[in-house]
Structures are given as structure tokens and as C-alpha cells.
């Protein structure tokens, strides 16, 4: 029974949040190139997503419900329903990775989105209603429950225009972690990924999967292959002007080849707790599938990246407030004015720019 505060960190810090990895903080980034500035890249308006993974696919939902009228679709894997922590850590590590205080009540949350929609905290519920939406859970996930992943699944159906809009996907095999399928030419050897059941160390999961592309595609129906260039260049860029709590000093973004001339869409990739750069390398910013889709179909790739802090230890997305003013008596890290939110958002309108700011 957790008795005390310290307890409570402890136990945080072992589990937190949708990560259960076991990957030494020291493991930095595979490129020693000095970071730039995000670029403007006159990108599209009207072509975008966002997705992620455990703590970051509980991030895609806030980031989409918040604006749904700037994205076409939102892709989570293996993460559970909205604002399912409700600003609560212990409801975070007991209702929305574990159940051990029962499931969350839709009911519930579907009361909180009201509440913020009279506020004008997220988007209307014309808006919400047009998103697509992809649901990713693997079977044999022990750090998210699968209900949980149910549990999102319903949640969307109520919420969306029509079910047609909706597809759920589910591996029987499969941890926790982002599945993968390496291309054959890859230099990277399965065994160096996370395991497909238990996850590894890295939880992105050699299961010759292509989860990337099953997602995109459902997501952006309307996209056909256009590219066959593989000549994309994954760029560091200095993420601390759009400073928040939370954040780390450089993101990452995928341009492919024929993105710089403008108009390509932009898709909002979110890696899971201990899944950052500072924590495996670039394995996530280059493994998942997306940057392959990506070249293909002529979509920039944003990688904004969480680090880890002692609020914070396993450098996860803010879904249960700990970035917010710590005086709220109800955080607002799922909301338009959530600070990680509001960073996020300043990066695609920056994609989307024709030029950069004046300094």
C-alpha cells in the first residue's frame, strides 16, 4: 500500500508512465550534428496527423481532441482512453495502466470533455466528430492493460461521426512497445530492437510488423504513393524556443527530399516514457516505419521529444499534469492552454510557415 509521498515518487519512478523500460538514461543521441532551427516549410494545413506510443499515444489524443480542426486523424498505441488520468498521478499508474482502482468511467470523461468544450478548452464536437482514428494494442502488453486499449475503442465510437472512421487493430503476441518491420537492406539487426512480446530495451518491437504504414494509410486514405526516394534527411533542431516543462533541448523532424518546396502534410510522431532520444539513441526517430512512409507519400515527420526530470523520471508526455502550475487545482495538461499542448502546436504552425519569425 502506498502510505507516504516518497513511496508514491518511488513507485512513480519505477513505473512511470506507460514505459516499464529498463533503458539506462545515458544512452544519448546517434548524431553529434549541432542542432538547427525548426524550419518554415510552407507545409499543408489540411494533410496532417498525430500518433504515438504508451504515454506519447495518450499525448496524441490530448494534442488532437484539443485541435481537431488542424488534424485529419490520430493513431494510439498501446495507450487507453482520454483523459483518463484525470490530473491524478495515482489514477495514472492505478486506473490507466493497471485497473487496480477498476476501469476508468467513459461517463466520467466524457463529462470532463463537456466541461472543457464550455470552456472553450478543446475543440467542438463537429470538429472532433470528422477525425480518423487508428487504436493499436498489443495482446500480451503487462505495462498498459488491454482493456485499456478497449476501453479507447469505445470511447471513440461514441465520439466519432460514423464507425467507418475508426479502425482497431490487435496483436496476440505482442508487448507493450511501437511493432516494427525492418526493411530487408536494414543495418540494423532484429536482436538489437526490443523483443516482440517482453519489449526490450528499446520498446520498438522487431515483430515484423509494419504498423507505421497499416496506420498512415488508414489515416490518410486519400494519399497514394507518389516517391520512391529514399533521400529524406532527419534534422536536430534546438526545441527550447518552444519552451515548456518537460521538454528537451532538441527535437527531431523528417523532411523527405521534395518536402522543402512546401505543401507536404505533417504528421506529429510521439515516442513513449524512456523512449526519447536521451534515452535510446535514434532508434524511435528512425526505426518506427514512418520516415519509409514518409519518403513515400511525401509527409514531413515531426519528433518533438519529452526528457526526463525528477517530476518527471522517465522523460514521459504530460497526461497527468505534472507540467502544469502546480497552484491549479485542476491542471489543464489536456487542454488548449496544457504547456506541452501549446508547445506542440507551435511546432506544426512553424512546419506550416512560409518563413521563419524575426529574432
Known amino acids: ?34 542542432p538547427v532551427t525548426l524550419p518554415a516549410l510552407s507545409a499543408s494545413e489540411a494533410q496532417n496527423s498525430v500518433v504515438g506510443v ?9 494534442l488532437a481532441i484539443a485541435w ?36 476508468p468511467s467513459l461517463a466520467t470523461l466524457d463529462a470532463r470533455w463537456a466541461r472543457y468544450v464550455g470552456e472553450g478548452q478543446v475543440g467542438d464536437e463537429s470538429a472532433r466528430s470528422d477525425l480518423r482514428a487508428y487504436v493499436w494494442h498489443g495482446e500480451a502488453d503487462e ?42 537492406d536494414s543495418r540494423t539487426a532484429p536482436e538489437a530492437l526490443g523483443d516482440c512480446r517482453q519489449g526490450g530495451g528499446s520498446h520498438v518491437l522487431a515483430c515484423d510488423e509494419d504498423i507505421a504504414g497499416e496506420m498512415l494509410n488508414w489515416l490518410h486514405p486519400e494519399r497514394s504513393q507518389s516517391s520512391s526516394s529514399t533521400d529524406g534527411e532527419l534534422l536536430a533542431f534546438a526545441q527550447g524556443e518552444f ?15 521534395n518536402c522543402e518546396a ?34 513515400q507519400h511525401q509527409q514531413i515527420v515531426l519528433y518533438p521529444q519529452a526528457e526526463s526530470s525528477m517530476a518527471n523520471p522517465q522523460g514521459c508526455w504530460d497526461w497527468w499534469g505534472f507540467a502544469e502550475s502546480t497552484w491549479q487545482l485542476s491542471p489543464l495538461h489536456d487542454t488548449r492552454e496544457g504547456e506541452q499542448v501549446s508547445a506542440l502546436m507551435a511546432m506544426l504552425k512553424r512546419l506550416q510557415a512560409s518563413s521563419l519569425p524575426e529574432r
Not at 54 to 62: E, F, H, V
Not at 89 to 94: G, I, K, Q, T
Not at 153 to 176: I, P
Request: charged share 15%; hydrophobic share 40%; with cysteine.
Open 54 to 62: 504508451s504515454s506519447g499515444g495518450y499525448m496524441a489524443l490530448q
Open 68 to 103: 481537431p480542426e488542424h488534424f485529419s486523424g490520430v493513431g494510439v498505441l498501446a495507450a487507453g482512453p482520454w483523459g483518463c488520468a484525470q490530473g491524478s498521478l495515482s489514477l495514472a499508474l492505478n486506473q490507466c495502466m493497471m485497473t487496480r482502482s477498476g476501469e
Open 1 to 34: 500500500m502506498l502510505t507516504t509521498a516518497n513511496t508514491l515518487a518511488s513507485k512513480a519512478s519505477l513505473l512511470l508512465l506507460c514505459a516499464g523500460l529498463s533503458v539506462p538514461l545515458t544512452a544519448m543521441a546517434d548524431s553529434a550534428s549541432d
Open 243 to 257: 519552451d515548456a516543462k518537460g521538454l528537451a533541448d532538441t527535437g527531431y523532424v523528417y523532411v523527405p527530399a
Open 262 to 295: 512546401g505543401e507536404c502534410g505533417v504528421t506529429v510522431a510521439l515516442h513513449g516514457c524512456q523512449m526519447s532520444v536521451e534515452a535510446i539513441g535514434e532508434t524511435f526517430v528512425r526505426q518506427t516505419g514512418l520516415n519509409a512512409w514518409a519518403d
Open 143 to 184: 505495462v498498459v492493460k488491454p482493456v485499456l486499449g478497449d476501453l479507447l475503442a469505445e470511447q471513440l465510437r461514441q465520439w466519432l461521426a460514423d464507425e467507418s472512421q475508426l479502425k482497431v487493430a490487435r496483436s496476440e503476441e505482442t508487448g507493450h512497445g511501437w511493432p516494427v518491420r525492418l526493411p530487408n
